[in-house]
């Protein structure tokens, strides 16, 4: 009898531990945004639309206004995914339907996992010494005001961070496409490029939506590496190659050294935004994506 | 005519694919070159001293970034240790209910986790830990990140044991065995290489991350292996180096970097080598 | 013939709300093999789950009637005590690829928590490996992996592991579907010798293999049980014309 009564607590306890550890995961977010929610409230109701509408961040004054940091968060996303996508389209399409297996494909692959590992301060880093020097240069040579750090940094560099992101969903639903289609227009005597043009990308149309909006959402949230080449400035960006914010940089600039109130609460409402906005897209995306699974079976 | 036709036809198809070619060899360049600069101004800096001895003060050559190695060392066991036994515990919920309307919600919640910017995972630990305590702290900086790797092994977790034919925990049920039994004596061991995998990834993941560190583990500069003391991380120590204006502690971060970036890759290496086929 | 040591009483069993098997009522004489047969759907390998209640496992199902095991009626049991004590051979090889053979043989007592001294382990592990014409194969190198063996060996490792446990009864769900003619003929002349000391019942698409080493055989169509008998009856004058269009051939 008393190794079944061992067994049948055994039994119940391990069975509550599968549920409470996935409980714990809801918990956890639920939680996250309900502290963010809750710590960005007198600033909400401080500050209200004027938050967002307006562009002077001045924490001496307690003034605060975020329309620079969205505006730059934009920009410099905007602008890496617009960088990024020849490029991530381009190893999407070589992994996906050119070399789906082979050395070349081991390398390019190899490429990609290897850009993926790079630490985002490592990016910054290099951005910071190399890339930044690079850009003055041009910016002499162009004739403009050579700040060399700024929003197009910051949009290279992050374009390069998400390019694996995007290229390893990309290479996915591209491979997913059934093969009978492509077969049924080979046999009418189409080219590669024109399967590719007229089946191919058509078909993993939603799928490659998907992967730039989660591109889009990584973008978003980057900090270390915008933080080190952005130029941290509070003011509204005049163009694109002048020094700006976004606002996962303002918060990672000034959040510890925040002793005002409303300025730390002003601050984590800006992580509320980067939250909500985040998790918005990543249900969007990943729901579009596991949508194409099931109908390609 | 007709010929002509497929002729450009054929040119416009080759191209295209060279076009294709061309366009993802380009993405060599700045790899080469982040690993060029990070190899010429960083391994000249490696040596024993370098990876042992603490940060001199501002003014004194030599001295090294053991605080950084070891700091980073104790977030990693304490980030594992936290989202390890969480991470493995969900997927095989995950796995072992695949329909249910719970699993539906588990599976959003580790979508959005994913997805949250590392930022604001900080934020969140500052919130939940460093205020309540009244000080950083090496936890709160292992809770942030244990938040970024649980997604990564539950769902190499949930893949995994998903791939194991539902015949060999027939098997086990057929002898008697307790349901608990089954999981954590077949199950689970059989899809080790798979589950470990994950945590290898995690781990790597992790490691580089500095973000969510910035307001929880802090820096430090002395060596501390104390969970609830502030502690020095390689990728805090990078972003305040390279941004610091003296010569010697940019030569630190390089060194760091170079550091950090083979330690990553090895993982690496390592998690393809123990993938299961 | 030998006295019932397992009897099935109007058994139903429904998955949602499909009927899949209907009414079935079959006693099986211990020390004998019986072959359960029929066409794939009709219900025969539900029915061998019925008896160690493997059919838990599945959500959604319902079960009406009694399954008695000398006397007991099993669903009154403790399903995982009375899981020990009727042992199950399933379609594929499935020995646990973590553990060695000798584990393998020993996983019934290691996943019930049972501890046995070093002495008795080796015994049962020779005793079962014997009992399943394995042991002179894999003797040389029991602390190696089971998966490494041939699929007719990893078929009879099963079988081992099954047998280690003392069953009074062993199910096989069509337990050589899956292995070449070689280790089919092992496997059955293994079974002929196993029956002096378990009851078999065994699920079979062969008709052939039935007839060769079953005493008893059932034909079950659409979940119905049309008619049983000693297997030399059955091959010889079967009473329905399904039964015997299905064993000469026709269908199926």
Not at chain 3, 93 to 114: D, H, K, Q
Request: charged share 15%; hydrophobic share 50%; aromatic share 8%.
């Amino acid at each position: 009898m008393q190794p079944r009564k061992r067994q049948t607590i055994g039994e119940w306890i391990f069975k509550a531990s599968l549920v409470l550890s996935g409980g714990l995961i809801v918990a956890v977010l639920g939680l996250m945004c309900l502290t963010l929610l809750t710590h960005a409230w007198p600033s909400i109701v401080a500050l209200k639309w004027k938050f967002v509408t307006t562009n002077t961040w001045d924490p001496i004054t307690s003034t605060f206004g975020a329309e620079a940091f969205v505006i730059g968060t934009l920009l410099t996303s905007l602008l890496a995914l617009f960088i990024s996508l020849p490029f991530s389209l381009s190893v999407s399409i070589f992994l996906g339907e050119y070399a789906q297996r082979g050395i070349l494909s081991e390398v390019f692959k190899a490429m990609i996992n290897m850009l993926a590992g790079i630490p985002s301060v490592i990016y910054g880093f290099w951005g910071l010494f190399v890339l930044v020097p690079w850009i003055r240069t041009f910016q002499i040579w162009v004739g403009i005001p050579p700040f060399g750090i700024g929003i197009f940094t910051a949009a290279l560099i992050l374009a390069l961070m998400i390019i694996p992101y995007a290229a390893a969903i990309g290479r996915d639903v591209i491979a997913m496409v059934p093969n009978e289609l492509k077969e049924g227009a080979y046999s009418l005597g189409a080219t590669r490029m024109e399967v590719l043009l007229t089946i191919v990308l058509p078909t993993a149309r939603s799928g490659l939506f998907a992967g730039t909006l989660l591109s889009f959402g990584r973008a978003i949230g980057e900090t270390m590496a915008v933080t080190m080449v952005i130029g941290n400035s509070n003011l509204l960006p005049t163009s694109i190659f002048a020094p700006g914010n976004t606002m996962a940089s303002v918060i990672a600039n000034e959040f510890s050294e925040a002793t005002n109130a409303i300025h730390v609460s002003s601050l984590i409402e800006l992580a509320l935004y980067l939250f909500v906005i985040t998790a918005i897209i990543n249900i969007i995306g990943k729901w579009i994506i596991q949508r194409t699974e099931v109908s390609h079976g | 005519m007709r010929t002509g036709h497929e002729t450009w036809r054929q040119c416009k198809n080759n191209a295209f694919h060279g076009l294709i070619i061309l366009f993802s060899a380009i993405l060599f360049l700045p790899l080469a070159a982040i690993i060029f600069h990070i190899l010429k101004n960083g391994l000249h800096v490696l040596s024993w001293e370098f990876l042992t001895a603490l940060p001199k003060p501002m003014g004194e050559s030599g001295g090294g970034v053991g605080n950084a190695i070891a700091g980073t060392l104790l977030l990693i066991v304490l980030s594992s240790l936290i989202a390890i036994p969480i991470g493995i515990f969900t997927g095989v919920y995950l796995s072992e209910n695949t329909h249910g309307k719970f699993s539906h919600i588990i599976h959003v919640a580790v979508d959005m986790l994913q997805g949250t910017p590392s930022i604001v995972i900080g934020i969140a630990a500052y919130i939940w830990i460093v205020k309540p305590m009244g000080h950083f702290s090496a936890f709160s900086g292992g809770v942030a990140l244990a938040l970024m790797m649980l997604p990564v092994i539950i769902k190499s977790t949930e893949e995994t044991l998903k791939r194991i034919p539902n015949t060999l925990k027939e098997a086990a049920l057929a002898l008697g065995a307790p349901y608990y039994r089954t999981m954590l004596q077949i199950i689970i061991p059989t899809g080790f290489q798979g589950i470990l995998t994950g945590v290898l990834l995690g781990i790597a993941r992790v490691s580089g991350e500095s973000a969510p560190l910035l307001f929880t583990a802090f820096g430090n500069p002395f060596l501390n292996l104390n969970m609830n003391k502030t502690v020095q991380a390689l990728p805090l120590l990078i972003f305040n180096y390279a941004t610091s204006p003296y010569e010697d502690w940019q030569a630190y971060a390089w060194g760091s970097s170079c550091l950090l970036l083979i330690f990553i890759l090895s993982l690496t290496l390592l998690t393809k080598a123990i993938r299961p086929q | 013939m030998n006295p019932d040591i397992l009897t099935i009483e109007h058994l139903n069993f429904w998955i949602a709300d499909q009927h899949i098997v209907k009414d079935l009522s079959l006693s099986f004489p211990e020390n004998t093999i019986t072959a359960i047969m029929g066409p794939s759907g009709c219900g025969k390998t539900t029915m061998l789950r019925c008896i160690n209640r493997m059919h838990e496992l599945i959500e959604n199902t319902r079960v009406e009637g009694k399954i008695k095991l000398s006397g007991e009626n099993i669903f009154k049991l403790n399903a995982m005590a009375l899981r020990r004590r009727i042992g199950m051979v399933f379609q594929r090889p499935n020995p646990f690829p973590t553990m060695s053979i000798y584990n393998n043989v020993l996983a019934g007592y290691i996943l019930n928590g049972i501890s046995l001294s070093r002495k008795e382990k080796d015994q049962i592990v020779q005793e079962a490996l014997t009992q399943a014409a394995l042991w002179d194969e894999v003797k040389e190198g029991l602390h190696r992996k089971g998966t490494f063996l041939s699929g007719g060996q990893q078929q009879r490792l099963c079988i081992a592991r099954a047998l280690a446990m003392k069953p009074k009864i062993l199910l096989l769900d069509e337990p050589t579907s899956a292995l070449d003619p070689k280790a089919t003929a092992h496997i059955e002349s293994l079974l002929m010798e196993l029956k002096d000391t378990v009851t078999v019942i065994m699920v079979t698409h062969n008709i052939a293999q039935a007839s060769r080493i079953s005493n008893q055989t059932a034909f079950m169509y659409l979940g119905e049980l049309i008619e049983h008998g000693t297997t030399e009856r059955m091959f010889t004058v079967p009473k329905d014309k399904r039964t015997e269009e299905y064993l000469s051939g026709k269908f199926g």
